[in-house]
């Protein structure tokens, strides 16, 4: 099918697995920071990263149940 008669099924389909398997690449790429040979970092570092991707996560799933869910700002460790 042609991407003009692409169903919105075969449209989120396309669309899911290409964002989930980036979000996989990205969080793979993050457990490459762990090595303490290359990079400094603390245990509040790791459970403020932790519960940033946690809480937008929490988020997504809330927009898939079709709860509320708020915008939520940029991550800094700072």
């Known amino acids: ?6 169903t919105k ?6 669309l899911a697995e ?4 980036k979000i996989i ?6 457990g490459n920071c762990s090595n303490s040979s290359a990079y400094d970092y ?6 403020k990263i932790f519960a940033a991707i946690e809480a937008e996560v929490r988020e997504a799933k809330k927009k898939f149940n079709k709860i509320e869910s708020r915008k939520s700002s ?4 700072d």
Do not use: P, Y
């Open 42 to 47: 603390t245990q509040q570092d790791v459970d």
């Open 18 to 21: 290409a964002r989930t398997n």
């Open 9 to 14: 099924r075969e449209k989120f389909v396309r």
């Open 25 to 30: 690449d990205m969080l793979q790429l993050l």
């Open 74 to 77: 940029r991550f800094t460790l």
């Open 1 to 6: 099918m042609s991407k003009g008669q692409e």
